[in-house]
């Protein structure tokens, strides 16, 4: 029998205990009793992250990592919800988790050439690109202004048809011959800057 064990309390590391534990680290930061929570949890937690296939370092990082939560986060336990092995081992396995998402997404490099402004467009281009846009203004200006709005619409916003017709609120096919009909306007209006 044990001797440090007052007559009717629960049993050294019954589930009783260590509820007991969790409630002495949440209401007074009791270092001995996390020291012995620690002690009954953490090997068993490294033990359940090696079955997990994860290696020796990195079992005893997560192990420490899941006791320090379990420290922290004392006060969020609830004995009628789990039992405290059921809540420990949860954010382990949350803990096993997250690492592995960590590790399956791609680093972050910054050379990367998408991550990299564009370079900027040369003075000749620059000026040509803003010509093109006034020349292409003073077109659409030309047209009737449903035509002008399906246009806008499709290759401004970038909108597809269906969602200009659902837009404007008229029939698909009136968007197309809307767009057909500006199209066969704008033509010979931009013909030249192919």
Do not use: C
């Not at 209401?27 to 012995?36: K, N």
């Not at 396995?93 to 990299?116: A, K, Y």
Request: proline share 8%.
């Amino acid at each position: 029998m044990n001797e440090d064990k007052a007559p009717g309390e629960a049993p050294a590391g019954s589930p009783e205990e260590m509820a007991r534990l969790i409630a002495a680290i949440a209401l007074h930061a009791d270092r001995t009793a996390f020291a012995r929570l620690f002690g009954h949890y953490a090997p068993r937690v490294k033990s359940y992250l090696r079955r997990l296939r994860v290696d020796e370092r990195l079992a005893e990082d997560l192990a420490q990592e899941v006791m320090l939560t379990v420290w922290r986060k004392a006060a969020q336990f609830d004995g009628t919800k789990a039992s405290p092995g059921t809540w420990i081992f949860t954010i382990a396995r949350n803990r096993f988790i997250d690492t592995v998402r960590r590790e399956r997404r791609p680093d972050f490099d910054p050379s990367d050439p998408m991550l990299l402004p564009e370079a900027p467009r040369p003075a000749d281009e620059e000026m040509a690109g803003a010509e093109i846009g006034l020349r292409v203004r003073e077109a659409l200006v030309g047209l009737p202004p449903d035509q002008a709005e399906a246009v806008e619409l499709s290759f401004l916003e970038g909108l597809p048809h269906s969602a200009i017709a659902e837009r404007l609120g008229i029939p698909l096919g009136t968007v197309k011959s809307r767009l057909r009909l500006a199209f066969a306007r704008l033509r010979p209006a931009l013909e030249d800057l192919k």
